[in-house]
Nanobody, 124 residues
Framework: QVQLVESGGGLVQPGGSLRLSCAAS??????MGWFRQAPGKEREFVAG????????YYGDSVKGRFTISRDNAKNTAYLQVNSLKPEDTAVYYC???????????????????WGQGTQVTVSS
């Protein structure tokens, strides 16, 4: 069992940046993912990273603006979010899985553990 705790969300103006963190308990080499869910919408894949950090994946809507990374020594994954837009407003969730499978990296059902989420609001 692993526990995930997200932090770093908040209110930011359009064009601004945030760095989201996901602290994990237990093993340090879980594959990690970030998802987001806006009111009335389905949970959407944002980014994923392998246990080693060598492979990363991004959703089309965030490519070039968001960067996923990890520090296994700290058991923490990060999501740097830049050039934020109002449509990025959502609850952002961290997720972990035992092994990254590229074929299912975007699927919520493929992840074994979830955090409680952190709210990101982009508004002027």
């Amino acid at each position: 069992q692993v526990q995930l705790v997200e932090s770093g969300g908040g209110l930011v103006q359009p064009g601004g940046s945030l760095r989201l963190s996901c602290a994990a308990s237990g093993r340090s080499n879980y594959a990690m993912g970030w998802f987001r869910q806006a009111p009335g919408k389905e949970r959407e894949f944002v980014a994923g990273i392998s246990g080693s950090g060598l492979r990363t994946y991004y959703g089309d809507s965030v490519k070039g603006r968001f960067t996923i990374s990890r520090d296994n020594a700290k058991n923490t994954a990060y999501l740097q979010v830049n050039s934020l837009k109002p449509e990025d407003t959502a609850v952002y969730y961290c997720a972990a899985r035992y092994r990254l499978d590229e074929a299912t990296v975007t699927e919520t059902r493929a992840y074994d553990f979830w955090g409680q989420g952190t709210q990101v609001t982009v508004s002027s």
